[in-house]
């Protein structure tokens, strides 16, 4: 059966490749941080299975302070100024390779949760939309790498250009899911949770879906993570209060509850592959750009949840 | 109480502008090491309270493996940016003379939305579709309205496609029945012994979908609007 460790040992194989071409890159003044923090992602993702857990957790620190002490720069690409040029030749073909991921990923979510083989299933049946990603991305690149005629020390090389572009960021995500089952384990939830019903005024049914919506926007900014948000706020005042005592329906409640959690995404640099990551991989000076982009439609969105969950939860 | 140390931690470290990553790293130990706060703490309940807290962070770091796998596509864009693929994205803008960068990132916020909502969330994002497609079209149909283009709307217009990305994809996920967060909710109202429906639920999800097409296409036809004042139009 092919689960995610078959991706995991792909990506260690590229990011070590990404270390080496970074130790070799004369152009990257500070090219020793590079290649300790990619080297160190490699062997998370090589050995981290096998690794006690103490050791992984050693690793992420090892590279937080490698990224901490601004240890990290990045190389100058060698010029190239004949793209204009090259699109002109390759034209819309040049968007084939790029349809590729989408496509595979769409009909191997579809049809490779029925494939199997004497019995036992090809691909993983809760890992199918990753591994299929996977596979429509090296499939892709391989095609890429023929059309191109380009070896694959070019496309590694154009990788490594982007991942240090990207650089620290590319783990925030990773390292904000492990923050969060610390939280989960300290309750960090549960203490929230118990603040927001204490200091809140939740007497009548608009006052409490007010806490309800305010409560699951703020909580998701601290958590970084809507899904994290949710079981804690529901339980201190959409179920006893909104549905409990005022009769809400807990379908709309819910649906509407969880939404406003979406608004506290948009606000948050917790939310590190929807806000900080684009915001590297677009090169946008400032860290925070998309959230300012995004504050004035979150706003308003929390608002209009507020009034439609007030207007709808309490009438089907 | 103590706990929400690790909380002041967070909003300390990005009011201070601390390298991010060191600050979720620095928050994780000061919440491991807070819980243990308690009359008679002793050094060494302290060191194993930190080698625990260690473990946990650790733990969670390699079960979440699969959140960076999608940097696997790194080199498949960067060959596609080297023969050209932005470039001939903005061509593409330029041949269409109607193309204006709130118009076009509001089609993409339509095909977003859409397709998230029959499920096909990984049919977008900002490695595969924003930096490579979404964001140098958009650029170019803004330099095709003013070639004196500030350095300051060009990011801010970058800024509004990776905003579009995923304001699209938040409001139209939950339409569609069998995606995480409605899983989640089910499993938390059964749990509490409340039964609905997925369908039930995605249903309540369309209101909102449709207040934030038009809050956010609205915001994008008023960027349209900024930019046409400062091409002096």
């Not at chain 2, 790293?25 to 309940?45: E, F, H, N, Q, S």
């Amino acid at each position: 059966m092919i689960g995610l460790s078959v991706l995991y040992v792909v990506a260690g194989l590229m990011f070590a490749l990404f270390a080496i071409g970074s130790a070799t890159d004369r152009t990257n003044p500070r090219r020793w941080g590079n290649t300790a923090f990619w080297t160190l992602f490699a062997v998370s993702f090589l050995a981290g299975s096998w690794l006690p857990d103490v050791v992984n957790g050693l690793i992420l620190v090892a590279m937080a302070l490698v990224a901490g002490f601004n240890w990290m720069g990045r190389g100058q690409p060698a010029p190239q100024t004949d793209r204009a040029e090259r699109a002109e030749r390759w034209g819309d073909r040049l968007f084939v390779p790029a349809l590729i991921p989408p496509i595979v990923t769409l009909a191997g979510t579809l049809w490779l949760k029925h494939v199997s083989i004497g019995g036992q299933p090809l691909v993983d049946p809760k890992q199918v939309t990753l591994i299929s990603l996977g596979a429509g991305i090296l499939l892709a690149t391989a095609t890429a790498m023929i059309m191109f005629r380009a070896r694959p020390a070019v496309a590694l090389s154009e990788g490594r250009r982007l991942m240090d572009s990207v650089g620290w960021a590319a783990l925030l995500p990773q390292a904000l899911a492990a923050l969060g089952a610390v939280f989960a384990v300290a309750k960090v939830g549960d203490v929230i949770g118990g603040i927001a019903t204490d200091w809140l005024p939740l007497d009548g049914p608009l006052a409490s879906v007010c806490a309800y919506t305010l409560g699951m926007a703020l909580f998701t900014m601290v958590m970084g993570n809507a899904f994290a948000a949710f079981p804690v706020m529901t339980a201190a005042i959409a179920l006893p209060l909104i549905i409990g005592k005022h009769g809400g329906d807990p379908a709309i409640v819910c649906a509407i509850g969880m939404l406003s959690g979406f608004c506290g995404t948009l606000m948050t640099p917790m939310a590190a592959n929807f806000n900080i990551v684009p915001a590297a991989l677009l090169e946008l000076p400032d860290r925070n750009g998309v959230i300012r982009a995004q504050i004035p439609t979150a706003l308003i969105l929390l608002i209009a949840n507020t009034v439609l969950m007030y207007v709808l939860a309490f009438r089907f | 109480m103590w706990v929400l140390l690790g909380v002041l931690a967070v909003v300390l470290g990005f009011a201070l502008r601390l390298n991010p990553l060191l600050t979720v790293v620095i928050a994780a130990l000061v919440t491991g090491l807070a819980a243990l706060i308690a009359p008679g703490l002793t050094p060494v309940m302290l060191w194993h309270g930190a080698v625990d807290t260690l473990a946990v962070l650790g733990k969670a770091f390699k079960d979440n493996r699969y959140i960076s796998v999608t940097w696997l596509i790194l080199p498949l864009i960067g060959l596609l940016e080297r023969e050209g693929l932005q470039e001939r994205a903005k061509t593409l803008i330029q041949r269409l003379k109607s193309a204006t960068t709130g118009r076009l990132l509001l089609i993409y916020m339509v095909i977003r939305q859409g397709t998230a909502a029959l499920g096909l969330t990984s049919l977008g994002g900002h490695p595969q579709m924003v930096r490579p497609l979404i964001a140098p079209m958009a650029e170019a149909a803004a330099e095709a309205q003013d070639p004196n283009l500030s350095d300051q709307s060009r990011n801010r217009v970058k800024a509004f496609a990776a905003a579009t990305d995923n304001i699209g994809l938040f409001f139209g996920e939950d339409i569609f029945i069998a995606i995480a967060s409605i899983l989640l909710i089910k499993g938390f109202l059964e749990t509490n012994g409340i039964i609905v429906q997925p369908l039930h639920l995605s249903v309540w999800a369309i209101p909102t979908a449709i207040v934030a097409l038009l809050v956010h296409g609205g915001r994008l036809m008023l960027l349209d609007r900024r930019l046409r004042k400062e091409a002096g139009l």
